[in-house]
């Protein structure tokens, strides 16, 4: 890999925040691993969270690679991540996992968007974190299967399900506003989108397209509703 | 790999033993990452927790290879090593560290004296385990360097360190009388250098000999103390 454009601002926040997320997957995929019922899925979780773990590194390592201190990039999102955690710990197992499957879920929209406004080297190595992740359809199954033995819990769930989106949505905004270099990469393909489409500027600011691109985001996420058996 | 001379029910236990080990491993070790006081030190911990998890995965998976259900091979130690970790509960990240750095030294040390009885197999498998395990060298780095900053914290650390290896020993010869079959792997080695010694059957018992293996392991203990910075 290369340094060239990657030294980009907007992708080393990019790489931080990723970085940051992923090492946050690892300790609520041990954590939950921890309550699961059985042996056995406790260590299909533990192993969920190891991958977590190998994707940390691979975008550490990147980060070092572009000469950057990697705890540095990661600093600016460890409040917002962790204050989305703190507003949303979970009372069961089971909301435990609709945690983790919806928060990877949406996590890995927004990031596979950023990726591809970004260089080469970095859109490939988010693409190959992110390919991994679908390990996460086993979380899935387990809330199935759960909500089959006892439907009365869907409703509860689906409410758990909107406030994730929602902490995450609002905690997302306060870090589109604290870096406007990251906001401004999510912008770059709005502004293109909509030059084509107007033939003009909008004049609309970095944070209006931030705000639509978070928009699109909650689309994949009735998907994931269904996939676990519960509804919007 | 082969099935072969691995169906011998000692070393399905040591199996057994060895991954649901090493699952417990993977959550210590989460555990004092999520403790650890600097970002960086955080996600080398969590690190070597997910090299732990690799560990199990691959036990289990020379466990299904001999057609015997895991979770199976492993109910017998969850037990037992729930026990160690219930009656050794650290009190500080420290104390947390000092318990990884033994156990990990204590269990290293047994599973390659046993493995070096079982099949060709199973003993590559385990070395290869304990070879990656070697990386909690950087545990030990963190102890020194924070007696290093306080000095007085040693006397208590070095009580903390002789409870850690009695507790083990003390789980470690319940787990010998309850699975026999495991008994008779750790004392096949015993057998045959008293023989040779003694040229005829010195009459003692399976659990006699194990006994003196359990002896023999708490010699590593004082090299893995100097390391740490503490006394005997």
Same mark, same amino acid.
Request: net charge negative; aromatic share 6%.
């Given at each position: 890999?290369?340094?060239?454009?990657?030294?980009?601002?907007?992708? #080393?926040?990019?790489?931080?925040?990723?970085?940051?997320?992923?090492?946050?997957?690892?300790?609520?995929?041990?954590?939950?691993?921890?309550?699961?019922?059985?042996?056995?899925?406790?260590?299909?979780?533990?192993?969920?969270?190891?991958?977590?773990?190998?994707?940390?590194?691979?975008?550490?390592?990147?980060?070092?690679?572009?000469?950057?201190?990697?705890?540095?990039?990661?600093?600016?999102?460890?409040?917002?991540?962790?204050?989305?955690?703190?507003?949303?710990?979970?009372?069961?197992?089971?909301?435990?996992?609709?945690?983790?499957?919806?928060?990877?879920? #949406?996590?890995?929209?927004?990031?596979?968007?950023?990726?591809?406004?970004?260089?080469?080297?970095?859109?490939?190595?988010?693409?190959?974190?992110?390919?991994?992740?679908?390990?996460?359809?086993?979380?899935?199954?387990?809330?199935?299967?759960?909500?089959?033995?006892?439907?009365?819990?869907?409703?509860?769930?689906?409410?758990?399900?909107?406030?994730?989106?929602?902490?995450?949505?609002?905690?997302?905004? /306060?870090?589109?506003?604290?870096?406007?270099?990251?906001?401004?990469?999510?912008?770059?393909?709005?502004?293109?989108?909509?030059?084509?489409?107007?033939?003009?500027?909008?004049?609309?600011?970095?944070? /209006?397209?931030?705000?639509?691109?978070?928009?699109?985001?909650?689309?994949?996420?009735?998907?994931?509703?269904?996939?676990?058996?519960?509804?919007?």
């Amino acid at each position: 890999m290369t340094q060239g454009p990657s030294a980009d601002p907007g992708v #080393i926040d990019l790489l931080g925040l990723l970085a940051y997320a992923e090492l946050g997957s690892f300790f609520r995929l041990a954590d939950d691993a921890g309550l699961a019922p059985s042996l056995r899925t406790k260590g299909q979780l533990a192993g969920l969270a190891a991958a977590e773990q190998n994707h940390y590194q691979a975008l550490r390592g990147r980060l070092v690679e572009l000469g950057v201190d990697p705890e540095m990039a990661m600093a600016p999102f460890v409040g917002p991540l962790d204050s989305w955690n703190e507003r949303t710990e979970p009372q069961s197992w089971l909301e435990s996992l609709v945690k983790t499957y919806v928060g990877e879920g #949406i996590a890995g929209d927004f990031y596979r968007k950023v990726a591809a406004l970004a260089d080469e080297d970095t859109r490939v190595l988010v693409e190959d974190v992110l390919a991994e992740t679908e390990r996460a359809e086993f979380v899935a199954e387990q809330v199935r299967a759960a909500l089959e033995e006892d439907p009365r819990l869907a409703g509860r769930l689906s409410l758990w399900a909107r406030r994730l989106v929602g902490e995450a949505l609002s905690q997302a905004q /306060a870090v589109a506003v604290d870096r406007p270099r990251l906001a401004a990469l999510l912008a770059r393909d709005e502004k293109v989108a909509e030059k084509a489409k107007k033939a003009g500027d909008s004049g609309l600011g970095d944070l /209006a397209a931030v705000s639509r691109m978070f928009a699109s985001l909650t689309e994949g996420h009735a998907a994931r509703l269904t996939a676990m058996g519960l509804a919007e």
